[in-house]
């Protein structure tokens, strides 16, 4: 009964900067954590960044001062600013949120359907 809606990806140049959305909508309680992986080609699925519902942030290493996750609790939506993006960071983007139903202590991950990032020049 959760849904996350990801946009804002596509093609840059090396060096130039894109923002990701998600989105999250339906029945539930309370989103704490939500965090953005990625998947390249023959690679395995790997955490890019994370923000609890208290605005602690986690990053790769790959991505630190190049990426700022944020997120409005408002709008239960999960932004991924990224900077400086690199050919490296090629790969689908997967919004994840770790989502509570009333009167459950334990969470449930959902996640979006992935948007595709190229940095190519």
């Known amino acids: 009964q959760v849904q996350l809606v990801e946009s804002g990806g596509g093609l840059v140049q090396p060096g130039g900067s894109l923002r990701l959305s998600c989105a999250a909508s339906g029945i539930f309680w309370r989103i704490s954590t939500m965090g953005w992986y990625r998947q390249a080609p023959g690679k395995q699925r790997e955490l890019v960044a994370a923000?609890?519902?208290?605005?602690?942030?986690n990053y790769a290493d790959s991505v630190k001062g190049r990426f700022t996750i944020s997120r409005d609790n408002a709008k239960n939506t999960v932004y991924l600013q990224m900077n400086s993006l690199k050919p490296e960071d090629t790969a689908v983007y997967y919004c994840?949120?770790?989502?509570?139903?009333?009167?459950?202590?334990?969470?449930?991950?959902?996640w979006g359907q992935g948007t595709q990032v190229t940095v190519s020049s």
């Open positions: 923000i609890t519902s208290g605005l602690s942030t």
């Open positions: 994840n949120a770790r989502v509570f139903a009333s009167g459950v202590r334990t969470g449930d991950d959902y």
